[in-house]
């Protein structure tokens, strides 16, 4: 009975210093994390509003949301071609003002987005001048 006793004694305090561990490591990724994130706000990123976000179905989360900063993004133009950094307040006001889909980034720049924005407006009055047309005239 004693060594039973014992074996048990073993057990919980093995329990006890995994617990222990299990704890240091988690603490000791949080202030990890802490420290990275200062680091980024003192490089001039911004912080991120996670309750502004436009809610999404996916289960992964996009990267700024889980480093917890927008930075400066550089991308190509898909229309044009050219380089454009796409800024840490362009896109905090793209994901928590215009409430855009956390999964989606610039792909135009600047001129091309004006170009595209127009075309589309043109197209859209195009059509429903289109429908006006067909609709039998009202009596
Ligand atoms: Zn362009």
Redesign the pocket.
Known sequence: MKSKQKRGEIDAKRRKAEEWRRLQAQRAAEQRRLREYKIALARGEVPVVTSELAPSNSYSIPDFVERGTYRPEPFV??????A?VWTPLQQKWWYETAKGDVFTTAM??????T?ERARKTAARRVHLEGLARKKPSAP
């Open positions: 133009c898909r229309d044009c071609g050219v454009e135009r720049c600047r001129a091309c987005r170009r």
